[in-house]
């Protein structure tokens, strides 16, 4: 089943068409994985190539659904590794590490279309 956090969000939200569009299910207990299409309007500074932020926004969209569907970041920490072309999927897996007195130890990974390694990242959320 797909999680969402509602239909308009910028991430996940299914009829948001400037969002992510993002397809993200459940991967264990403390994960989800999915992926996204990078568009055209996702471009960064490079021709050609999908714009940094975005690529920390679909990690930070992961790990909170990774929380809950309620969980607001306190800190985000996102290693970019090398940017994925637009015009393909890019693959996004995150997980809570830890949980202590409501708040969420998170971390993610994104791959490219190519299995290229793109970014890590880890979060601390409050749920």
Known sequence: MALVHHELCF?????NLFGLLFELERDGDAGVAGRCFLKQDH????????????????????????????????????????LPRVGTFL?????????????????????????????HARAKFRD
């Open 11 to 15: 991430g996940c939200g299914r009829v």
């Open 43 to 82: 471009q960064g500074p490079e021709r050609g190539e999908a714009h940094p932020g975005l690529i920390a926004t679909a990690l930070t969209e992961a790990m909170a659904l990774a929380c809950s569907s309620t969980a607001v970041p306190q800190t985000v920490s996102v290693e970019h590794l090398g």
């Open 91 to 119: 693959q996004v897996r995150a997980r809570v590490e830890t949980r202590h007195g409501g708040i969420a130890q998170t971390s993610a990974t994104a791959t490219a279309e190519d299995q290229r390694p793109v970014a």
